[in-house]
């Protein structure tokens, strides 16, 4: 199965730092799973489609964790 992930991070820069940083993703599955006759198929496709969510998952922290950093860093030095 094969999925894109869409992050969009909103950050403040050094002149309009008010705002914390925030973020919007999506995930985006990109093609239908074969078809599936038994339980144990379905339980496979559905298992990948929570491994893609939770690769998003832990990509969208990070961005939002780095966002906050700059974010801190700018308020810090004002």
């Given at each position: 199965?094969?999925?894109?992930?869409?992050?969009?991070?909103?950050?403040?820069?050094?002149?309009?730092?008010?705002?914390?940083?925030?973020?919007?993703?999506?995930?985006?599955?990109?093609?239908l799973t074969p078809?599936?006759?038994?339980?144990?198929?379905?339980?496979?496709?559905?298992?990948?489609?929570?491994?893609?969510?939770?690769?998003?998952?832990?990509?969208?922290?990070?961005?939002l964790k780095d966002?906050k950093s700059r974010?801190?860093?700018?308020?810090?030095?004002?």
């Amino acid at each position: 199965m094969e999925c894109t992930f869409d992050i969009v991070v909103k950050e403040p820069d050094s002149i309009n730092f008010i705002f914390k940083p925030s973020v919007k993703f999506s995930l985006t599955q990109l093609n239908l799973t074969p078809e599936c006759m038994t339980d144990n198929e379905i339980d496979f496709q559905i298992d990948e489609l929570i491994n893609n969510a939770e690769e998003l998952r832990k990509g969208v922290k990070k961005k939002l964790k780095d966002a906050k950093s700059r974010h801190d860093k700018i308020v810090s030095e004002k």
